[in-house]
């Protein structure tokens, strides 16, 4: 299981929000550049890359910053999430170096945009489902939907997305621990991969996910803890990797 660091922009800024929520946000660095060179010189092997911005204006707002990032670690795996509405816009990043585009809202507003996607960029589509209590939740988490995230999963997963990022925004930015049963509960039930997101705190977490019933979660995206320093990065991973050896 790797475990991926969250770097969160607003306005050309790392910060990290609480439940999704822009105006109660904490800014960690300036430099997101230097910043993502901390977490690959401290073992991260894939980077997480949210525009919040555009998550909230419905295209992307930080791109500069996320080439700029991309251009600086071409070996390092980049995700990036936030306002990807179009194919004009995965391809955009695509082209700047970003290696998998995350479809959040408008996969649960068009899912047949996702099929399309799927279709036009294979291998390069993830889709990020945000869900409290097991429903969806879209627009940075501003409305709760009455879709049942496992539906939706399973659907995606038929279209061909190369994994989910699962994110229980109860927990996000909280510091209370992921929701390990939630994230095995989808696990279980697709066969692609799981990207667990959301409350990761601490050596236990990483501990609890690596252990759980099921090889399907296959990283565990870290953000708030790392910055705060509960969660070390690298040692988090070396732990994450012993136990990954000692389960198979």
Known sequence: MLLIPAIDLKDGKCVRLRQGRMEDDTVFSDNPVEMAARWVS????RLHLV????AFAGEPVNGEVIAAICAAHPDTPVQVGGGIRDERTIAAYLEAGVDYCIIGTQAVKEPDFVARACASFPGH???GLDAKDGMLAINGWADVTDHPVIEMARRFENDGVSAIVYTDIGRDG???GVNVQATV?????????VIASGGITSLEDVRDLCEAPTDNITGAITGRAIYE???DLAEGQR???ELSREKS
């Open 185 to 193: 509960s989808l696990a279980q039930n697709i066969e692609i991969p």
């Open 229 to 231: 320093g509960t969660l």
């Open 174 to 176: 909280m510091m209370q």
């Open 42 to 45: 401290e073992g991260g092997r």
């Open 239 to 241: 732990l994450a990797d």
């Open 125 to 127: 589509i993830i889709v």
């Open 51 to 54: 525009d919040l911005n555009g």
